[in-house]
Every structure is written in structure tokens, then in C-alpha cells.
């Protein structure tokens, strides 16, 4: 079992950063992929990035491409969203999640590949 906890979310006008944080316990998380989704009201989960279990090789969605990055830090069992140019298509709840895997340099982008998931923290970006 893994346990996920997001935090970091708020509410940021348009053009502005914000960083998301996920906390992970119960597994040697350097043996676990991470990525990062999020769902707006009345949409589909949608792809954000993601990470592979040793931080070298990422992925991330067209939409966020430039502006996002994901990176993580194996010795506090932490991966981080870092979101900066923010507009306003970007509201959603975030969710990470995560998939124990013994590829080095996987980067899983389907919801269903995800084996655990946190439960969300509320992005809001004004205009």
C-alpha cells in the first residue's frame, strides 16, 4: 500500500506559481513512478506528468508543456508539481498517484496505469 497526500494548492491569478507537493508513505518510493492529473468540474481526469522512480526521465502533457515541471526528492518521499505561468483553463483538483514498477525510467500518462491515488488539492486560477 501507498499513501498519498497532497498539499499546496490555492487560489492564484493568472500568471502567477504555484507549487504542489505529495507526500508518500508505506513503500520505498524510489521504486515508485509518480504522476500528476487533474479534473476540472464536468471533465475527465486529464494528464498532467510525470516522473520516473529515480527522477531522470519526465512527461508531461501538451497543454503544460514549458510552464509545468515535475520533480521529486527521494529522501522525503516528495514529489512536487511546480506550476508557473498559470491560467485560468489550469483549475482543477490536483491529484498525484502513483505506480510501483521495477522500470528505471518509466513514465506512466493513462489514469489506469496508477495503482494509488491522493485525494486532491483545489487549484483556482483567476483572471
Known amino acids: 500500500q501507498v499513501q498519498l497526500v497532497e498539499s499546496g494548492g490555492g487560489l492564484v491569478q493568472a500568471g502567477g506559481s504555484l507549487r504542489l507537493s505529495c507526500a508518500a508513505s508505506?513503500?520505498?518510493?524510489?521504486?515508485?513512478?509518480m504522476g500528476w492529473f487533474r479534473q476540472a468540474p464536468g471533465k475527465e481526469r486529464e494528464f498532467v506528468g510525470a516522473?520516473?522512480?529515480?527522477?531522470?526521465?519526465?512527461y508531461y502533457a501538451d497543454s503544460v508543456k514549458g510552464r509545468f515541471t515535475i520533480s521529486r526528492d527521494n529522501a522525503k518521499n516528495t514529489v512536487y508539481l511546480q506550476m508557473n505561468s498559470l491560467k485560468p483553463t489550469d483549475t482543477a483538483v490536483y491529484y498525484c498517484?502513483?505506480?510501483?514498477?521495477?522500470?528505471?525510467?518509466?513514465?506512466?500518462?493513462?489514469?489506469?496505469?496508477?495503482?494509488?491515488w491522493g485525494q486532491g488539492t483545489q487549484v483556482t486560477v483567476s483572471s
Open positions: 498517484a502513483a505506480k510501483p514498477t521495477l522500470v528505471w525510467r518509466l513514465t506512466p500518462s493513462r489514469p489506469n496505469d496508477y495503482d494509488y
Open positions: 508505506g513503500r520505498t518510493f524510489s521504486s515508485i513512478a
Open positions: 516522473i520516473s522512480r529515480s527522477g531522470d526521465s519526465t
